[in-house]
């Protein structure tokens, strides 16, 4: 069978671009990361996101299902594991961040995940998670089939709860950088997005129907 990195994701169809880097230094600058903190990407891909980490001074670690993921990356540590069935390969009480995208909803037992990951991160540890948002995706959410476990804003704050997480928050989010430095854009956004034909290729367009969530937890201090 393929790999579903090199067919979903080849560089044809989703060229590299610009946008992990800003998507990685808004998510730096308003979660309060700092240079030299150990963050660990599961699902990492072909690495875009960590090496954007990287360039900020983070000590970066990836791990992915695919044995293609972190073609690119030099210097960063990606292990190969089946993150839905096996343990992390990873010491207790080990990374400052643990940060995916795109990845939970592709999960059948999130929850084992979640504990997982309770588990390698350090006490005052961040779990950053970003999902796409069943409410605005829910007709194209299939489209992959590999998704398995959609997420609502509630479900994603309560799972976070539920696996023994504190100081939970999930916001919506447009992945749209405009917005992010002119905020009132949303309700712009938000006007035109029933307009919208459901599987547009303009990103722009697309990005102001289709809405991320981030969940952010803390691992408490025993």
Partial sequence: MADYLEIIYDEKSHPLNTYPKKLIKYLFDCYGMTAGQKILEPGCGRGEFLDAYRRLGLECHGLDLSPCAGGFLEGIEVKQANIENESLPYRDNYFDIIYSKSLME????????????????????????????????????????????PFTKISLRDILLISDFTDVNVVKFRQLPIVWKFPLLNIFCAMISPLIPVRTQTKFLRWSRELMLIGRAKKQFP
């Fill in 106 to 149: 592709h999960l059948r037992h999130p929850e084992k995940y979640l504990s997982e990951v309770f588990r390698i991160l350090k006490p005052g540890g961040k779990v950053l998670c970003l999902i796409p948002d069943w409410e605005s995706n829910y007709k194209t959410y299939f489209d992959d089939f590999t998704h398995v476990t």
